[in-house]
């Protein structure tokens, strides 16, 4: 069976998330996107995971759904949390946030009550807790020993397993004894597969992307696609054998597009490549200030193959642009304006999901369901013809499918002229 799934979003208790974020809408959104299973996330907190336990039922084992929903088209959720953990290890302070990933309502309890001795989980859907990653680890397995602990968007360089500021060279460095736990990790939206792929340590890791979304919008914009059976076992098999038979490809963002691909300093409107900041000695050339080294440079210092390898048996990807902002691009105006949603919705409601229109329906079929110069968009994502300027320091990056003026090569008359 093909799933599409997207394993980490946030509830509305987290900081800095839309109030939408509520089940009913996840669960409506999640099928407008095309996902089949997509994370409950922050059940950490107690008001989301009563929410939870109230909402929601077990439809396939370890898999849920709403109470009221018809199980054959309802959204199923997977019980997924993300932890941020601030420590002292090795004389360095650390900032790692991971993913834990539960097979049942009892192993949530049980991680929910340890984690509550330990710091305070009403304050934030996504706590902040003073855990190594690997006592953290040891805490979820005691719980279940079928939880999983995915390092999360683990480049990004404040808080993750590898980042520049505060992370660690390697998984075992982080982990110790506990390593051999660990066989995911989530690549986060700064980098790509093939970024990854440059360092052979990473060879028997599989990887994960999802949106880590804050609002309705967002989710799925990065998601994995497997080919398995419907439950929570099948899915983490999955990933844990890293088969492409099973795991078929992940959904992406173009890793420019993150908020951290590039070095820079934001406030100083300064964004360099690797080769710029070791020019500059890593100094910024506005306030002579240490800039904030993003994603490429610090794969660029682990890496120990050359930039194209690709390892034998590695799982494909897709990069893609959300659809709403393709649209945007067309029509020269902001993604939430109201002509790109009424065409978004419209195209939704005609071809059946987002990500049907960006992976499969034919140029044709997008032209009759909405616009030429639309179809002819999707099409240049599908082949990566867009123009990108890298993000930097919590800055996401900008991307263009049509330069300024560009006329379309299509010559069907467009809805705008």
């Known amino acids: 069976m093909k799933i599409i799934a997207d394993l980490h979003i946030h509830s509305k208790y987290s900081r800095a998330v839309s109030q939408e974020m509520t089940l009913e809408n996840i669960g409506i959104w999640a099928q407008r996107k095309g996902l089949k299973v997509v994370g409950t996330g922050d059940f950490t907190h107690p008001e989301w995971f009563r929410a939870i336990k109230e909402k929601l039922k077990e439809q396939e084992p370890g898999l849920f759904i709403l109470r009221e929903a018809a199980p054959e088209k309802a959204t199923r959720f997977m019980l997924t949390t993300e932890i941020a953990s601030i420590y002292s290890k090795n004389h360095k302070m650390r900032r790692i946030h991971n993913l834990i990933f539960a097979p049942s309502l009892k192993a949530v309890e049980r991680i929910n009550t340890k984690l509550s001795w330990v710091g305070n989980l ?8 003073g855990l190594d990653s690997k006592e953290l680890l040891k805490i979820i397995l005691d719980a279940d020993p079928r939880c999983v602990l995915v390092p999360a968007h683990a480049w990004t360089p404040w808080f993750s397993i590898f980042g520049s500021m505060s992370g660690f060279d390697s998984i075992e460095e982080c982990f110790d004894e506990m390593s051999k736990y660990i066989f995911s990790i989530e690549t986060g939206l700064s980098s790509d597969p093939a970024m990854n792929w440059r360092l052979s340590a990473l060879d028997k890791i599989t990887l994960i992307s999802n949106s880590d979304s804050h609002s309705l919008e967002r989710i799925g914009r990065e998601a994995n696609v497997f080919d398995c059976d419907l439950s929570y076992d099948a899915i983490i098999d999955a990933i844990r054998a890293g088969d492409p038979r099973r795991f078929l490809f992940t959904i992406e963002f173009f890793p420019e597009e993150g908020k951290y691909h590039y070095d820079g300093h934001r406030n100083c409107k300064v964004s360099q490549s690797p080769e710029q900041t070791k020019k500059n000695g890593g100094i910024c050339p506005v306030c002579g200030k240490k800039l904030t080294i993003g994603v490429l440079n610090r794969v660029e210092q682990l890496a120990d193959r050359p930039a194209g390898f690709k ?22 105006v902001g993604a939430k304006s109201k002509s790109v949603q009424g065409i978004y919705n419209g195209l939704i409601n005609k071809i059946g999901s987002e990500l049907k ?48 003026g560009e006329e379309s090569s299509s010559s069907q008359p467009t809805l705008f002229g």
């Open 357 to 404: 229109v960006l992976l499969e329906a034919s140029q044709e079929q997008i032209a009759e369901a909405g616009d030429a110069r639309i179809a002819e968009g999707v099409i240049r994502v599908r082949e990566g013809r867009v123009k990108l300027i890298p993000g930097f320091d919590g800055e996401y990056g900008k991307i263009s499918i049509f330069d300024e």
């Open 311 to 332: 390892p034998a048996g590695a799982i494909p990807f897709k990069s893609l642009v959300q659809l709403d902002e393709i649209i945007a691009d067309v029509l020269g």
């Open 122 to 129: 009403k304050a934030d859907g996504r706590p902040i807790l």
